[in-house]
């Protein structure tokens, strides 16, 4: 079955340097890849989208990498900052289907 | 409206009580999806309507979960007899995009807050 796996553990880091989140996923070659962002008590707000025929994607201080040979997506946050801080997750479309499916997310801890 | 609004924020239920979650999309939007999240998990897929069709309910858990669009519009997750592995937060989430082949379009989600189900 199609699997998103995310570093389940929390990243902590100093303010200013950059923060790199790993998604992988296996069993399917998906059209495109979504980064959300989550804070407590909110619902996932999307961030980045990037297709299967782009390296990479910029946004301010987000970027995010598609590596379809690895199956393997990046995400770095530039500069961070301390409002950062949140849950980042990784989704995909399944295969055939209109659904998204999520990882579990990596928790992001930016200390200042 | 301006966003995706769910309603009610929090619910407390006892176990073996039904429960009615709301969820009102951006106006427009023609696909709406339900998601379950756990604790420090990632939202779950339950079910997903284009207007007011239910193209897919792969992931209700049991027959006790019943969702419903009539007018293609605002949308009710109904969880009939409540166990306390109900207990998580359910999100609704909204897409402007019509069901298409893959690649033609990318679904983009603009989510609600959630609502957060307890049972006791």
């Known amino acids: 079955s199609q699997k998103i796996e995310q570093n389940s553990e929390a990243l902590n880091i100093q303010e200013g340097k950059t923060a790199t989140l790993t998604c992988n996923y296996t069993n399917y070659s998906p059209a495109y890849l979504q980064w959300y962002r989550q804070d407590p008590g909110r619902g996932p707000v999307f961030l980045l989208l990037i297709r299967e025929n782009e390296k990479e994607k910029r946004k301010e201080r987000l970027k995010v990498t598609f590596d379809t040979t690895l199956k393997q997506s990046l995400f770095h946050i530039t500069a961070s900052q301390p409002a950062d801080s949140a849950t980042y997750l990784c989704a995909l479309p399944t295969t055939g289907g209109f659904k998204t499916i999520f990882g579990a997310g990596t928790r992001l801890f930016v200390k200042a | 409206g301006a966003g995706v609004s769910q309603s009610p924020r929090y619910k407390v239920a006892k176990r073996g009580q039904d429960v009615a979650l709301r969820c009102d999309p951006i106006?427009?939007?023609?696909?709406l999806f339900w998601y379950q999240q756990a604790l420090g998990q990632g939202p779950e897929f339950l079910t997903y309507f284009q207007n007011e069709a239910q193209l897919d309910k792969s992931g209700l858990p049991s027959d006790r979960f019943f969702a419903e669009r009539p007018e293609g519009s605002v949308s009710t997750l109904k969880i009939q007899r409540t166990q306390q592995e109900d207990s998580a937060v359910y999100l609704c989430?909204?897409?402007?995009?019509?069901?298409?082949?893959?690649?033609?379009?990318?679904?983009?989600?603009?989510f609600g807050a959630g609502s957060r189900l307890t049972v006791l």
């Open positions: 989430a909204s897409s402007a995009l019509q069901g298409a082949p893959l690649g033609s379009g990318a679904n983009v989600l603009t």
């Open positions: 106006s427009g939007h023609v696909s």
